[in-house]
């Protein structure tokens, strides 16, 4: 099968295609990053190796309207799955929405509307558990919940999946949208709290806490929720929203407590700061659906998949060293003649 894989070069993506030629040799995948500040191809330096003939990655914007029609064609695109995004609420918040209406609508629309005229046979939208708002400390959202998303990356994550289920049942187009709660893992941007709260542990820098700490978030490691894609795309019904998620629900607080403790180091190194504007509350999906239907369970508990992430953390310094001090920007220039 030929994917389009879009925003591969990101954290889930990277983990995603690195996932997929793992598994099996049936998949040829393209890859379309535009290579914003959170793509980072170093993400896929072994993949570029290992499995050269069956991935190709290409810099582009999904925003690109000819672009995506000539990859779709000359490639003979079947499947499309849309990881492509502006994903960071505070950057929404601080930095304004306008790029994020452009990235996570607009080009959302042009994959879709592309992929009308080639020969898709599958459009799966990566989607979040923001699409659905906060909870108070009751409460659990199910794929039936009505939408209401609080600021700008939601609100445009959201609008994206109005858009992409308008194309199945307006075209027949065959959509299928997946909302996950918060992915943790390797190459994981070190914005977001968990990537943030390790590498900074490590460095014995502070670890930022929003507010009181106590907003909840559920976890899932990246593995589990590639795993999931991978089941949706060969055993779900087309037009369907599937939550994946795990139940493995944290306060912030509780989180930095524990890396603190993984680490030996001191509680005295969180520090309480501004807390984020409307900052979401709570999160939890139910996800029984997927469970029941295609069978899918989460597979690493949050403790293992912490050890794990933060042993890849501890032994990737380079890595981390250069995404903090922006120096992978260069490498694309250097090495990839981008
Ligand atoms: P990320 O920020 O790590 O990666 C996003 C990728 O998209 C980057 O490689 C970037 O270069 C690329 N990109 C951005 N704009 C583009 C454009 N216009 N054209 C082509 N490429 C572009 O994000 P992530 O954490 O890997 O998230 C991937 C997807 O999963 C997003 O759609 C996000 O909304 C969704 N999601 C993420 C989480 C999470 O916890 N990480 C949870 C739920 C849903
Ligand atoms: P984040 O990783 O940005 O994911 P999201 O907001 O999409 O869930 O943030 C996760 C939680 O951690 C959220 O409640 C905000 C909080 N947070 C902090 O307390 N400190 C930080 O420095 C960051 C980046 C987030």
Redesign the pocket.
């Known amino acids: 099968m030929n994917i389009l894989v ?2 591969g ?5 990277s983990n995603f295609i690195r996932y997929l030629l793992d598994l099996s040799d049936e998949y040829f995948i393209i890859n ?5 500040y ?2 980072n191809l170093e993400n896929l330096k072994d993949v570029k190796k290992g499995f050269s003939e069956r991935y190709k990655f290409l810099k ?4 690109d309207r000819e672009k995506v029609r000539d990859i779709i064609k000359n490639y003979q695109i079947e499947a499309i799955i849309n ?5 960071h609420v505070d950057r929404s918040i601080k930095e304004g929405s306008k790029l994020f209406i452009r ?1 996570n609508i607009l ?1 959302t629309e042009t994959l879709l509307s592309e992929g009308l005229s080639g020969n898709i046979r599958l459009y799966i939208q ?4 923001e699409v659905y708002g906060s909870l108070g400390e009751e409460g659990i959202f199910t794929e039936k919940s009505v939408l209401s998303p609080t600021n700008p990356y939601s609100a445009s ?1 959201a609008s994206a999946d109005l858009l992409a289920l308008s194309y199945f049942r307006t075209f027949g187009f065959p959509v299928i949208i997946v909302r ?4 943790f893992g390797p190459y ?2 070190p914005e977001k709290l968990i990537p943030l709260l390790i590498t900074n542990a490590i460095e014995d820098k502070y670890l930022p806490i929003y507010g009181e700490g106590r907003n909840v978030r559920e976890w899932i490691f990246v593995e589990d929720f590639c795993r999931a894609v991978y089941m949706v795309m060969n055993k779900s019904k087309l037009g369907e929203v599937y939550n994946i998620s795990t139940g493995f629900q944290k306060r912030n607080i509780e989180v930095a407590e524990l890396i603190l403790k993984k680490f030996n180091k001191g509680k005295d190194l969180i520090r309480f700061v501004e807390d984020r504007k409307g900052h979401d509350w709570r999160y939890s999906m139910d996800f029984s659906k997927i469970k029941n239907e295609i069978g899918w369970n989460p597979g690493i508990d949050f403790e293992r998949g912490l050890d794990d992430t933060i042993r890849w953390y501890s032994e990737n310094s380079r890595w981390v060293k250069n995404v903090k001090s922006g120096e992978y920007l260069k490498y694309y220039e250097k090495y990839y003649g981008l």
């Open positions: 879009t925003g070069a990101g954290f889930i993506g379309l990053d535009k290579l914003t959170s793509g582009g914007d999904i925003c990881f492509a995004a502006e994903t990235t080009g990566i989607s979040t558990d994550k996950s709660c918060n992915n994981r941007f």
